[in-house]
């Protein structure tokens, strides 16, 4: 059914913008702009699933001071 392809393609799509969001949050991290990457993390905490959401907690953790 082209419908379920349509949602099953789009799921990943979304999937896949957060983890390109988690690697952006890590580039800003790794240049040291921390605000930068808190904004990226606020969004994928918003956006993501539950393994994304502790995934961008963890690193919000190491960037708290």
């Given at each position: 059914d082209?419908?379920k392809e349509?949602?099953k393609d789009l799921?990943?799509?979304?999937e896949?913008d957060?983890?390109?969001k988690?690697?952006l949050?890590?580039a800003?991290?790794?240049?040291?702009?921390?605000?930068?990457a808190?904004?990226?993390?606020?969004?994928?905490?918003?956006e993501?699933?539950e393994s994304?959401?502790?995934k961008?907690?963890?690193?919000?953790?190491?960037i708290?001071?």
């Amino acid at each position: 059914d082209e419908t379920k392809e349509w949602w099953k393609d789009l799921g990943k799509d979304l999937e896949e913008d957060i983890e390109t969001k988690l690697d952006l949050a890590r580039a800003y991290i790794d240049m040291g702009d921390k605000e930068g990457a808190r904004g990226v993390l606020q969004e994928v905490s918003r956006e993501g699933n539950e393994s994304e959401i502790a995934k961008a907690k963890e690193l919000f953790e190491s960037i708290s001071d």
